[in-house]
């Protein structure tokens, strides 16, 4: 079984800076697209980044300039790093992988990491 775990998350004031990181383990076959999707308080579920193997990135609208989505193959790991966060910021943040196990394609998700931009 597929495993993605998130760490990195906590409390920040505006204008500051986290790193967030989400390594994958368990049977893993072929790791193709990661990203990341974050869900506020009262909120839908959003996309916020991705990058493929190759390093190719995509970004919200809302994030642009401000945060860098990265990942280390060889660790099985992305990660999202944060710069001058914004109270809108504030969501739980969740990793998404896109992986082939075999010949069979499955999307998975980690349970999320709390982060919260707050004076």
């Known amino acids: 079984q597929v495993q993605l775990v998130e760490s990195g998350g906590g409390l920040v004031q505006p204008g500051g800076s986290l790193r967030l990181s989400c390594a994958a383990s368990?049977?893993?076959?072929?790791?193709?697209?990661m990203g990341w999707y974050r869900q506020g308080p009262g909120k839908q579920r959003e996309w916020v980044a991705n990058i493929t193997p190759g390093g190719r990135s995509n970004y919200a609208d809302s994030v642009k300039g401000r945060f860098t989505i990265s990942r280390d193959n060889s660790k099985d790991t992305v990660y999202l790093q944060m710069n001058s966060l914004k109270p809108e910021d504030t969501a739980v943040y969740y990793c998404n992988a896109l992986i082939m196990i075999g010949v069979v394609s499955q999307r998975y998700w980690g349970l999320g990491t709390q982060v919260t931009v707050s004076s």
């Open positions: 368990g049977s893993i076959g072929s790791i193709d697209v």
